[in-house]
Antibody
Framework: EVQLVESGGGLVQPGGSLSLRLSCAAS????????MHWVRQAPGKGLLWVSR????????DYADSVKGRFTISRDNAKNTLYLQMNSLRAEDTAVYFC???????????WGQGTLVTVSS | DIQMTQSPSTLSASVGDRVTITCRAS??????LAWYQQKPGKAPKLLIY???TLESGVPSRFSGSGSGTEFTLTISSLQPDDFATYYC????????FGQGTNVEIK
């Protein structure tokens, strides 16, 4: 059974560290064979695609709204996907989902999401 | 970036109704379009990819059509489990979602 489990979310307060690293632990499939994505959803809002990474980590893409601040990476030995988020802003407050790419045509499996809150 | 516009934003319907949601792309995306269903507090669920291919396990009352810039998701006979929010997503470059269509009980 394919499982994706996100962790690392939490409250980030202005004046403190404005960085957070999210993790997504994958199981039930050959992680190293798949592109992976991060998608976020602000409270009460729609889905926003954030970033993707290819199977060996050599190619990454980002939405304009996070480019230069967020870094996607992966550790295929640990079956884990990461999202390093720096210079966080209030507008980054959202549930962050990791998702598996299906042949660059869709996202076929999703985690349950982890909430990131940037607020005083 | 390619913008995706869904209509309507909200749709009120009854069980048994035929429902159609439209998604328009700001430029041609060929057939690189997927549809998802999301219920409150849950992750999205893939329904259709490549504009019209039904994901395994998805009921056949769901269908997708279109190419280029205009696409539709149709539910042939709305069931109680179908009341949810639906999103289109273009997988051309870079990936973007529509703003969502909330299908609510009439």
């Amino acid at each position: 059974e394919v499982q994706l489990v996100e962790s690392g979310g939490g409250l980030v307060q202005p004046g403190g560290s404005l960085s957070l690293r999210l993790s997504c632990a994958a199981s039930g499939f050959t992680f190293s064979s798949y592109w992976m994505h991060w998608v976020r959803q602000a409270p009460g809002k729609g889905l926003l695609w954030v970033s993707r990474i290819n199977s060996d980590g050599s190619r990454t893409d980002y939405a304009d709204s996070v480019k230069g601040r967020f870094t996607i990476s992966r550790d295929n030995a640990k079956n884990t996907l990461y999202l390093q988020m720096n210079s966080l802003r209030a507008e980054d407050t959202a549930v962050y989902f990791c998702a598996r790419d299906y042949r660059e045509m869709a996202l076929d499996y999703w985690g349950q999401g982890t909430l990131v809150t940037v607020s005083s | 970036d390619i913008q995706m516009t869904q209509s309507p934003s909200t749709l009120s319907a009854s069980v048994g109704d035929r429902v159609t949601i439209t998604c328009r792309a700001s430029q041609s995306i060929s057939r690189w379009l997927a549809w998802y269903q999301q219920k409150p507090g849950k992750a999205p669920k893939l329904l259709i990819y490549k504009a019209s291919t039904l994901e395994s396990g998805v009921p056949s009352r769901f269908s997708g059509s279109g190419s280029g810039t205009e696409f539709t998701l149709t539910i042939s006979s709305l069931q109680p489990d179908d009341f949810a929010t639906y999103y289109c997503q273009q997988c051309y470059s870079p990936w973007t979602f529509g703003q969502g269509t909330n299908v609510e009980i009439k």
